[in-house]
């Protein structure tokens, strides 16, 4: 595997489910990232991390709870989620946080919120 | 705070004919503008970037940009347009002092190139 990694693709949940997302990267970078991409809106950067440790949180709803345990991995904890949560949920790393490092995408996992 | 406007919600293009997708940005100081692309499923890639230097800036699949300080203006170029180029385009600006962690997006323009 290369790159940045998604799993799943597509998620279908219940507005009481509890469910994870996954991300995973490949290239040795320090600081990971989630956002959340809705049609016709800009990105939505949810949390940042750096070395495992959360350096932003983007006045992100409590429904949604991060988790880094290592500088490789990233999950999306969701839990009780609301219809207007469907949306395409995008990780991404790059080298730091700072500065004029360029992010790497992964494919993006696409959440339905029945 | 920093800001970046897309104007045009979709371009439309013929195959051969030169590109543009416009940017403008809003920052305190001074920028870190990128560019990105999205095909349809996947994630966005990235296609180049303005750090400091020469205004033209020169990037993936033969797209570059240029950099104008006096318009706040970063468009993306691309001399000979093919319909594989045809995708979502994503500019972005990090104020490199007052930025933080975060870049922020544009809303995005749709580029259809058409034989």
């Known amino acids: 595997e290369t790159g940045v990694t998604q799993t799943p693709r597509h998620l279908v949940m219940g507005m009481t489910n509890k469910k994870s997302l996954k991300c995973e990267q490949h290239?040795?970078?320090?600081?990971m990232y989630w956002y959340k991409q809705s049609a016709k809106k800009p990105l939505e950067l949810m949390f940042v991390?750096?070395?495992?440790?959360?350096?932003e949180n983007n006045s992100v709803p409590s429904r949604f709870s991060p988790e880094c345990p290592n500088s490789s991995h990233l999950f999306l904890h969701l839990h009780t989620l609301q219809p207007e949560d469907s949306a395409l949920y995008l990780c991404a790393s790059s080298q730091d946080h700072r500065g004029s490092y360029e992010q790497y995408f992964g494919p993006g996992t696409r959440l339905t919120v029945t | 705070a920093q800001s970046v406007a897309q104007p045009e919600d979709q371009v439309n293009v013929a195959e051969g004919n030169p590109l543009t997708v416009k940017c403008t940005y809003s920052?305190?100081?001074?920028?870190?503008l990128f560019w990105y692309v999205q095909y349809p499923n996947r994630g966005l890639q990235f296609l180049l970037k303005?750090?400091?230097?020469?205004?033209l800036v020169k990037g993936s699949y033969g797209f570059e940009a240029e950099f104008n300080k006096s318009q706040t203006s970063f468009h993306l170029k691309k001399p000979s347009a093919l319909v594989s180029d045809s995708a979502l385009y994503f500019c972005?600006?990090?104020?490199?002092?007052?930025?933080?962690?975060?870049?922020?997006f544009g809303t995005g323009t749709q580029l259809k190139v058409e034989l």
């Open positions: 920052v305190s100081g001074n920028p870190y």
């Open positions: 303005y750090i400091t230097g020469d205004n």
């Open positions: 991390y750096s070395l495992e440790e959360r350096v």
């Open positions: 290239l040795g970078h320090n600081a």
């Open positions: 972005a600006v990090r104020d490199i002092m007052g930025g933080g962690n975060k870049l922020t």
